[in-house]
């Protein structure tokens, strides 16, 4: 059995605490069947204590030899607008031509541009910081709308929270929906968001007590997503119109309630082919997905996996490292 998978946190000064203890808490901390599965280790130019955003320093004690055997290099938000220390730019693009994973959180997207590893490619930022970045660095296509962008080999999130985000989606993609479904209960934060969801919500949140978002409507559709839902039962739950409800789930969301529930629906499908031996139409029934045929169709335009092939793929990668 190999070990866990080698995480680099690469701090430039002045560097974002909160962004800094994202990899560490929810990557750091995850494990499945009693083994860790990441290895997170901090690093930076020039080892000592660096500055942050906050009115007090962080001592980081490891260079940037770290980068050289890091799989996944995490980058996190800075406030610097000064030229990047040449050796952070070279080791990542060392790192990004060896094809090893390149990871940003909040404005440490302005450390990839410059390194010119966005070029070219989608990339999200803090949103207050997007008018900045799309003028200092025209070649890459940014979406400052959504929580974080995913490119394969290179993902960037928005600011603060979305690298909660970006770090369970991480763990999803190497060991599953169970897994990083346990990370986030353990990080106390709601369940993996789509990439695609908003940032911020775009209109205020009614102070009554049947408007205080959709938390309560969808912890009731959680629990009855092998019924059939439709958008006048989500309503009626919610005490409000459909196209109140409507409204209120692409504010706060990003998706229409049913694009909402079809994606619950697909997550508790791998959820149950991650963690059960049910037959593949069993899992549909319950997830809400009707047929094996529909479970099938839906997940290989999620993931390009099979059911089976899903199921063969996390069982496997549950005794081994990603």
């Known amino acids: ?48 204590v660096i500055k942050t955003s906050a009115d007090y320093g962080l001592a980081v004690s490891r260079g940037l030899e770290v980068l050289e055997t890091a799989e996944t290099i995490v980058v996190p938000g800075t406030h610097t607008r000064e030229p990047i220390d040449p050796g952070v730019l070279d080791g990542l693009r060392r790192a990004a031509a060896d094809g090893r994973r390149i990871v940003s959180i909040c404005t440490g997207t302005f450390v990839l541009a410059a390194a010119g590893l ?42 603060l929270a979305a690298g909660i985000d970006l770090c369970l989606h991480i763990i999803r993609k190497d060991h599953g929906a169970a897994v990083a479904n346990a990370a986030a209960r353990r990080v106390v934060v709601a369940p993996v968001r789509s990439g695609g ?30 019924r059939r839902l439709t958008i006048d039962d989500l309503a009626r739950q919610a005490r409000t119109s459909g196209r109140t409800l409507t409204r209120r ?50 997940l290989v335009r999620q993931v390009g996996l099979t059911p089976t092939a899903y199921r063969a793929t996390f069982t496997q990668r549950g005794q081994g490292s990603p």
């Open 1 to 48: 059995m190999s070990g866990p998978h080698r995480v680099a946190v690469l701090a430039v000064p002045p560097v974002v605490p909160f962004d800094v203890s994202i990899p560490d808490l929810v990557l750091g901390g995850s494990e499945h069947e009693g083994r860790r599965l990441y290895d997170v280790r901090m690093c930076t130019a020039a080892p000592g």
């Open 118 to 159: 966005l070029d070219g490619h989608r990339a999200t930022t803090y949103w207050r910081r997007a008018e900045e970045f799309a003028a200092r660095y025209p070649a890459v296509d940014l979406d400052p709308s959504v929580l974080y962008t995913d490119g394969g080999q290179i993902l960037t999130s928005a600011g």
């Open 197 to 226: 969801q908003a940032q911020f919500i775009t209109a205020p949140r009614s102070s009554r007590a049947d408007g205080d978002g959709l938390a309560h409507t969808q912890a009731w559709a959680l629990e009855r997503l092998d």
């Open 249 to 298: 789930f692409r504010s706060e969301t990003g998706l229409s309630p049913l694009q909402w529930l079809l994606r619950q629906r697909i997550d508790r499908a791998r959820e149950l082919l991650e963690t059960t031996a049910l037959p593949i139409d069993e899992v549909a029934r319950a997830s809400g997905l009707g047929s094996a045929d529909s479970l099938r169709a839906h």
